[in-house]
């Protein structure tokens, strides 16, 4: 097939989740012979942190404003059997009207961002990259929240088709590595700094720090206030480029999950750091929410405290033979079904149906 993917970033990996699972679903695709065009939104912000300008698996035209590459998109939409915008996606709205116009066989939506976007569709009835009246027209509906929140979508906001369509991981960039001095700590945390998040990271990270001064913790990603005051045993690290965040995983006796509020008032909303993170053998450290575990075996595979101090006392109550099994069972859990190509394989399956109900030939004949 050939795939146009119009998604919030690819390049840059920079202070969003976006771009790690775009490139893990766009390798594995290409892998499995299908050509992907990806349209992106030029912004200073990761035009000045671009970590990948060229992926190999994927044709990237970068612009700054739409209408210079209006006549271009429509050029390559003409031939493409699907036709995807992903969630936050500046020009989303602009865009999907263009693909129901250009009669792409399959028309789909990619949102990583579920809850915020029918929280948002429910109060206004419409984002500034879907509209309400969007929805039917859609094929396909991928979703990085599963569980009633598709019902929902397909029962009262109109869309034909709701299916997850979860964060992956590349097993051959995050896998367990040997013990790094570099990143060798008791806790780590990576992401971005969110108002709804930061409570927990002082709970569950900087309290157990404050409980045991010699130990080491590190806490990776971009936008925190510099009025947030760590504990002096807590390292900040700007940005982690991708490539070392198999090593920081590995090298962290735990490693710690927050997740946003409403994906948590969901459900069933893992992290694309919740699976790169197992895929590492790290031991996760997560806050609680309906749906997890789905994912992974409480107590098993991940660790669910109640508060800071059992965060502390995994620390010091598990010796490393333990935690290691906890994580590498993690491991064994994700390997087996959340890989890209565990996703690819799904994108095509969907697509295949959604072919075969719409009488879509050049679709259903593409994956023959």
Same mark, same amino acid.
């Given at each position: 097939?050939?795939?146009?993917?119009?998604?919030?970033?690819?390049?840059? $990996?920079?202070?969003?989740?976006?771009?790690?699972? %775009?490139?893990?679903?766009?390798?594995?695709?290409?892998?499995?012979?299908?050509?992907?065009?990806?349209? /992106?939104? =030029?912004? /200073?912000?990761?035009?000045? =942190?671009?970590?990948?300008?060229?992926?190999? %698996?994927?044709?990237?035209?970068?612009?700054?404003?739409?209408?210079?590459?209006?006549?271009?998109? #429509?050029?390559?939409?003409?031939?493409?059997?699907?036709?995807?915008?992903? $969630?936050?996606?500046?020009?989303?709205?602009?865009?999907?009207?263009?693909?129901?116009?250009?009669?792409?066989?399959?028309?789909?939506?990619?949102?990583?961002?579920?809850?915020?976007?029918?929280?948002?569709?429910?109060?206004?009835?419409?984002?500034?990259?879907?509209?309400? #009246?969007?929805?039917?027209?859609?094929?396909?509906?991928?979703?990085?929240?599963?569980?009633?929140?598709?019902?929902? &979508?397909? $029962?009262?906001?109109?869309?034909?088709?709701?299916?997850?369509l979860y964060c992956s991981f590349d097993p051959q960039k995050y896998r367990e590595l040997p013990r790094?001095?570099?990143?060798?700590?008791?806790?780590? %945390?990576?992401?971005?700094?969110?108002?709804? #998040?930061?409570?927990?990271?002082? /709970?569950?990270?900087?309290?157990?720090?404050?409980?045991?001064?010699?130990?080491?913790?590190?806490?990776?990603?971009?936008q925190y206030p510099s009025s947030i005051v760590w504990p002096g045993n807590v390292e900040r690290i700007?940005?982690?480029?991708?490539?070392?965040?198999?090593?920081?995983?590995? *090298? *962290?006796?735990?490693?710690?999950?927050?997740?946003?509020?409403?994906?948590?008032?969901?459900?069933?909303?893992?992290?694309?750091?919740?699976? /790169?993170?197992?895929?590492?053998?790290?031991?996760?450290?997560?806050?609680?929410?309906?749906?997890?575990?789905?994912?992974?075996?409480?107590?098993?595979?991940?660790?669910?405290?109640?508060?800071?101090?059992?965060?502390?006392?995994?620390?010091?109550?598990?010796?490393? $033979?333990?935690?290691?099994?906890?994580?590498?069972?993690?491991?064994?859990?994700?390997?087996?079904?959340?890989?890209?190509?565990?996703?690819? &394989?799904?994108?095509?399956?969907?697509?295949?149906?959604?072919?075969? #109900?719409?009488? *879509?030939?050049?679709?259903?004949?593409?994956?023959?």
């Open positions: 097939m050939k795939i146009c993917i119009f998604g919030l970033a690819i390049t840059s $990996s920079w202070g969003n989740g976006h771009a790690t699972t %775009y490139r893990a679903l766009c390798d594995a695709l290409f892998a499995r012979g299908h050509s992907i065009v990806f349209f /992106e939104h =030029n912004t /200073e912000w990761y035009q000045n =942190n671009r970590d990948l300008p060229h992926p190999p %698996y994927c044709r990237v035209t970068i612009f700054e404003d739409w209408k210079e590459v209006r006549t271009l998109a #429509r050029a390559e939409l003409r031939d493409s059997d699907v036709a995807v915008v992903g $969630s936050f996606f500046p020009d989303g709205a602009t865009v999907l009207d263009e693909i129901f116009d250009a009669g792409v066989p399959i028309k789909a939506f990619y949102d990583i961002d579920t809850p915020i976007t029918l929280a948002t569709l429910k109060r206004q009835g419409e984002t500034y990259y879907l509209l309400e #009246r969007h929805l039917p027209q859609l094929d396909l509906y991928f979703s990085f929240t599963g569980g009633p929140l598709l019902q929902e &979508l397909e $029962s009262t906001m109109r869309v034909k088709t709701a299916l997850p790094n001095p570099e990143f060798a700590c008791e806790m780590s %945390y990576m992401g971005t700094y969110a108002p709804d #998040r930061q409570p927990k990271v002082e /709970e569950l990270l900087c309290e157990p720090a404050r409980r045991l001064p010699r130990g080491r913790f590190i806490v990776a990603g971009p700007i940005h982690l480029n991708p490539r070392d965040h198999a090593s920081l995983y590995s *090298s *962290s006796r735990l490693t710690l999950n927050v997740t946003r509020r409403e994906m948590m008032i969901a459900g069933f909303s893992p992290s694309v750091r919740l699976f /790169e993170a197992a895929a590492c053998g790290a031991t996760i450290v997560s806050d609680n929410w309906h749906g997890l575990d789905t994912f992974f075996a409480p107590g098993k595979e991940i660790l669910i405290p109640a508060g800071a101090t059992d965060a502390a006392s995994y620390l010091t109550g598990y010796d490393d $033979s333990e935690l290691r099994n906890i994580g590498r069972a993690a491991r064994e859990r994700v390997l087996a079904g959340h890989t890209s190509a565990c996703r690819a &394989l799904e994108f095509e399956k969907a697509v295949a149906i959604a072919a075969q #109900r719409t009488s *879509s030939p050049m679709a259903i004949g593409s994956l023959r």
